[in-house]
């Protein structure tokens, strides 16, 4: 067995995580589960009343729970807690911005420490405070709503041990509602609503693609979803259209694609030809795509070069015999086409946002696994790859490994470090902004 099966292994036996998480929310499930065992805290009666109880109708002005720790410190290593440090950030659009960040009354008692939801309508120059007391992960999947996913134990010895409750917000995380899901389906997408998974039943369960109103705090299964095994949702802007990843059905378990431009009522899937992505027993193929304007993609596949074991591209011990596939579709979607010949792109185990698509369609993918990071573009539709400096974009943001950039839309691109937020208008070129608030 190689080393690739070995971490496909272990991320199978470990927690499934929600869909539409950054690396923030895997920390927070380990960190909460440990603050619960050491220090008994209960969440406030608000939030217990509506996670426990399961009232889905009710809003929520300020969910409480043991607070979300921050990504990784300088050095790689272990968090460190400390008043104003930025855990997460999320964009609606290139004005609209939200950061979630610690704040600690006390520096000498981190268990007093809560994470708190901030918010910016010009850009990031200045920021108010949103909601005091944020318990889960923060995205802003549609223009108008925020999508808040907290974490619930599972009463069912059966299940997974965490439930993920969804609440959204329409007032830019001001208060918060509990989404109901129903069981009725529907046969696209509501204007201004998106596509999610369901949480799983089990740990092996595939994903199950619904969609969630915001209007209304509702979710219902989609009534036509793609013939393959669905993995995920693509994090897409929702003017690019609904994006999915999964795995064929004809025993091959070959990745594929599907994307929908009327919000789900149709579907265009590619499934990716096996003499070009061969699959054995002992290899575990992810595929990683990325769009901003739903028409413009790449899929990085990683998949096994017996024949070579050094090959031109960086390698280490690690991704010895393997080779990173690259695709491009210019019609969103509907076809692809094998690009990256040079094979020029470092080969490792690429996963869900480590690659975006900046202004003009170049393509700028976070080439390593471990620091120090860097980032590669290829400006020639994939043909090649190369190392970029990122103008005005912190160290610390390749330093902590937080190099995610999301992407609300052309021209709104936004990632973080510890100490502050950057955006930029083009995914090259950045602006720093710092999150202060009145204490």
């Not at 889905?56 to 410190?73: E, F, H, I, R, Y």
């Not at 911005?97 to 420490?113: H, T």
Request: proline share 9%; hydrophobic share 35%.
């Amino acid at each position: 067995m190689n080393q690739m099966r070995a971490r496909f292994d272990e991320a199978a036996a470990a927690d499934a995580p929600p869909s539409r998480l950054t690396a923030d929310a895997v920390y927070a499930a380990a960190f909460q589960r440990r603050r619960r065992r050491v220090t008994g805290l209960a969440v406030s009666a608000v939030a217990l009343a509506a996670l426990v109880a399961g009232v889905g109708t009710g809003v929520l002005g300020a969910p409480s729970d043991p607070p979300a720790p921050p990504a990784q410190s300088a050095d790689g290593g272990p968090p460190g807690i400390r008043d104003g440090a930025v855990l997460s950030v999320a964009a609606a659009d290139a004005e609209h911005l939200y950061a979630k960040v610690w704040a600690c009354p006390d520096p000498g008692d981190p268990q007093r420490c809560t994470a708190q939801l901030t918010g910016s309508d010009d850009g990031g120059r200045n920021w108010t405070l949103r909601s005091p007391d944020v318990a889960g992960d923060v995205s802003a999947p549609a223009p108008g709503s925020l999508l808040m996913t907290v974490e619930k134990d599972n009463d069912d010895p059966q299940g997974p041990k965490l439930l993920h409750v969804p609440w959204v917000s329409r007032d830019g995380g001001r208060s918060w509602t509990q989404v109901v899901a129903g069981t009725a389906p529907v046969a696209q997408v509501p204007a201004g609503g998106w596509l999610q998974c369901a949480d799983p039943q089990r740990l092996d369960d595939a994903c199950r693609p619904v969609a969630v109103d915001p209007a209304t705090a509702r979710s219902a299964p989609l009534a036509t979803v793609p013939d393959l095994r669905i993995e995920g949702v693509v994090d897409v802007p929702a003017a690019g259209g609904l994006w999915l990843t999964g795995r064929s059905l004809d025993g091959a378990h070959r990745p594929a694609v599907a994307v929908s431009h009327d919000r789900g009522l149709t579907w265009s899937v590619h499934v990716f030809a096996r003499t070009e992505t061969e699959v054995d027993d002992g290899f575990f193929v992810y595929g990683v795509p990325a769009s901003t304007d739903g028409v413009t993609g790449y899929m990085i596949i990683t998949a096994p070069d017996p024949a070579d074991t050094t090959g031109v591209g960086p390698t280490t011990l690690a991704t010895a015999g393997i080779k990173t596939v690259v695709y491009r579709t210019g019609d969103g979607g509907q076809t692809w086409e094998r690009v990256h010949r040079t094979q020029t792109l470092p080969r490792r185990n690429y996963q869900p946002g480590d690659a975006y698509v900046a202004a003009g369609g170049s393509h700028v993918v976070r080439g390593s696994d471990n620091p120090p990071y860097r980032w590669y573009a290829s400006g020639d539709g994939g043909q090649s790859y190369h190392p970029v400096d990122q103008a005005g974009l912190g160290d610390g943001v390749l330093r902590t490994g937080n190099s995610r950039v999301l992407v609300a839309g052309p021209g709104a691109y936004l990632t973080f470090d510890e100490d502050a937020v950057y955006r930029s208008t083009d995914g090259l070129h950045w602006t720093r902004a710092v999150v202060r608030l009145p204490r």
